[in-house]
């Protein structure tokens, strides 16, 4: 369970990560905005992919435990 749990939490980040990084402007200024802004990006999409997990987690602990009946 751990391990699928990891797999999905990366594959949620690089995912999130592509679509964010499609959406936003392009950074503007020299190779230390550009890495703060790709370290930016990375902390985003890991935080929302942590809640996306945490949230599927407890769903999946949700229905194994029958609480629906």
Same mark, same amino acid.
């Given at each position: 369970?751990?391990?699928?749990?990891? #797999?999905?939490?990366?594959? #949620?980040? !690089? !995912?999130?990560?592509?679509?964010?990084?499609?959406?936003?402007?392009?950074?503007?200024?020299? !190779?230390?905005?550009?890495?703060?802004?790709?370290?930016? +990006?990375?902390?985003?999409?890991?935080?929302?992919? !942590?809640?996306?997990?945490?949230?599927? +987690?407890?769903?999946?602990?949700?229905?194994?435990?029958?609480?629906?009946?």
């Amino acid at each position: 369970m751990a391990k699928a749990s990891i #797999l999905i939490l990366i594959a #949620l980040t !690089v !995912v999130i990560a592509w679509a964010m990084r499609r959406r936003r402007a392009p950074v503007k200024g020299g !190779v230390v905005a550009r890495k703060k802004a790709a370290i930016r +990006l990375w902390f985003d999409a890991a935080a929302i992919a !942590v809640g996306i997990t945490l949230a599927l +987690l407890a769903a999946m602990h949700w229905l194994r435990l029958g609480w629906t009946a």
